[in-house]
């Protein structure tokens, strides 16, 4: 049965269409959302977890970037509810943890039916990454998307940098989204058991 979702959210800021594939073989990534940092971060999502995955959002750019963050992550993590369907099958939890160069993230899933976030990541980065992405939204995307698709996560750093030097925020948030993929498609796997992993017979 194929596993996708498609939301399309239009608010008086922004304009967003996502399509997500969670079993998408190859990770095909066509993301537009004028934010470029957030692009790259999009196509780790899709790569690395192993979805394919359309968004196009136009958004009030010229204002600051948030609500085109805020917006696209709502509409992500509405259309990853919408394919996960009635979770019949899946592992439901799974974790990963990945590096990049001197950067370490781990990320947690549990995809529960109860939105959680636990998100830590050392304080003194650089306020953005390029022009127009800030840093201080990497939580708020986590969070808008969780909260939208109802899944229990954790992404913590572990290591952000080299002893005495301030961390590399690029390096930083992108193991994050790379740690996330691969936790969320560890937890979207069939088991080959069916039914849902839970006691209370739903998620």
Known sequence: MSRTGTVERVTNETSVKVYIDIDGPTGMVDVDTGVGFFDHMLNQLGKHGS?????HAEGDLHIDAHHTLEDTS??????FSQALGDKQGIRRYADATVPLDEALARAVVDLSGR?????????????M????????????????????ARITTHVSV??????????????????????????LKGACELDGRGGVPSTKGVL
């Open 74 to 79: 709502i509409a992500l993590g509405t259309a």
């Open 158 to 183: 572990l290591r952000a940098a080299r002893p005495g030097q301030r961390p590399d925020a690029h390096h930083v948030v992108e193991a994050q989204f790379k740690a996330f993929a691969r936790a």
């Open 51 to 55: 979805m394919d995955l359309k968004v």
């Open 129 to 148: 990454i390029g022009p127009s992405y800030p840093t201080s939204m990497t939580r708020h995307i986590f969070e808008s998307f969780a909260t939208n």
């Open 115 to 127: 939105p959680y976030v636990v998100h830590e990541e050392p304080g003194d980065m650089a306020p």
